[in-house]
């Protein structure tokens, strides 16, 4: 039986963070690769879709992005995709569950605060076919991209990073993910709202891999807001745009509430953390 002074961890990582190749090599060789098979891609499907070249690009690098992690891992590590998060299943259970629990109650606790507020309403979108292929076939889309996401950025960059220091590690991989989201080029107040809060996301998600070492928790709190935010436009107007900055967009969290309700998540992912390993050690 472990001692009081050393509390049983959640579980054993057989591939912490610093057994992975370090330096900055292979994260620029991740960028580059992504950077190539995204302007090829871009160039047969611009034709095809219609839209215009960056927009077409923009699609492309979720494609880009996946084959690399896979050549990169796979081929030139030699690791498995599991070993950068998805190893202990048992455990990531627990952890993708409160992940998904703590998003709905985050995204709840937004829409009461804003009804009460009178900052939002419900409205219904008459376009029920469009209402009903986001809200069921968005749901399977909204868990792969957290599960993309989080390779990319909780997985690949922020553990290859931790090699260097771990403050550094959480803030760049957090200013990546905050500046690959924010849509459109222009410089505005909206897109430096957006930006704050794409951050403090960012922050929260490596929080919860530090401490769980694995990204179950992540990618299960990263699903509910992405789903979130594509849904919630449907379903919700925001009639008063002169609060926005405080109640946000339909984007979530480019309003001043759910940056709070973000800090609030942290604490929330500190205590649960704490609290399983008080029941690992009980059973111990």
Known sequence: MMSRS???????SPAPEHAHSKGWRPLF??????LVISRVLSLFATPCFGLSWWKTFRRCVSIGAGVSLWLLIRKREKRSLR???????????????????LGLGGLGLLFILGVVSGTCRIHIT??????WRTVIGFAPAAVLVGVLEELVFRGY?????????????VLLSSALYAAV??????????AGLELVGLFLLGIVLCLSYLLTHQLYLAVGLHAVLA?????????????????????????IINGMASWILLLGMAGAIIW??????GVAYEKS
């Not at 060789?29 to 992504?34: I, P, R, V, Y």
């Open 126 to 131: 008459p376009d029920q076919w469009r209402l």
């Open 83 to 101: 070993s950068y998060g998805f190893f202990d299943r048992r455990a990531g259970r627990r952890q993708f569950t409160f992940g998904v629990l």
């Open 6 to 12: 050393q509390p049983h961890p959640i579980h054993h």
């Open 227 to 251: 789903y979130g935010a594509r849904v919630n436009k449907l379903l919700v107007e925001l009639p008063n745009a002169s609060v926005a900055w405080f109640v946000g967009t339909s984007r």
């Open 157 to 169: 960059i922020l553990q290859h990073l931790l090699s260097r220091s771990r403050i550094l590690a």
């Open 272 to 277: 649960w953390t704490r609290a399983q390993r």
């Open 181 to 190: 989201h924010v849509k459109g080029l222009a410089v505005t107040a909206s």
């Open 29 to 34: 060789a991740f960028f580059l690769s992504t």
